[in-house]
Nanobody
Framework: QEDLVESGGGSVQAGGSLRLSCAAS????????VGWFRQGPGKDREFVTG????????LYADSVKGRFTISRDPAKTTVFLQMNSLKPEDTALYYC??????????????????WGQGTQVTVSS
């Protein structure tokens, strides 16, 4: 049984949009921050965006500001990542992660406890 499951990835042309979802089956999902990370070919895993446990605070990497939007549903069982104006450099495997029992928004991979298996996003020029 997987605790976090990502979906919504796919292949799009530059300028297109995708909406990723991160669904949780663990009871602590609503207690902490949820982050999205990505790992491109030959690159380290990097922070993309995160949302606080309340959903009221968000944090974005400079490379996606103004193009990506993170949100979580009121029931706090799913977190969404709306990605607009996609660029070829956004191509990567996208992961969601959970830091339970935490009020802030960490941006390091080591700060997160639970991880999904990832969903592939491919943007062609």
């Amino acid at each position: 049984q997987e605790d976090l499951v990502e979906s919504g990835g796919g292949s799009v042309q530059a300028g297109g949009s995708l909406r990723l979802s991160c669904a949780a089956s663990i009871s602590t999902f609503g207690t902490g921050a949820v982050g999205w990370f990505r790992q491109g070919p030959g690159k380290d895993r990097e922070f993309v965006t995160g949302v606080s446990r309340s959903g009221g605070d968000t944090l974005y990497a400079d490379s996606v500001k103004g193009r990506f939007t993170i949100s979580r549903d009121p029931a706090k069982t799913t977190v969404f990542l709306q990605m607009n104006s996609l660029k070829p450099e956004d191509t990567a495997l996208y992961y969601c992660a959970l830091r339970p029992y935490y009020s802030g928004i960490p941006d390091r991979t080591s700060d997160y406890t639970y991880w999904g298996q990832g969903t592939q996003v491919t943007v062609s020029s």
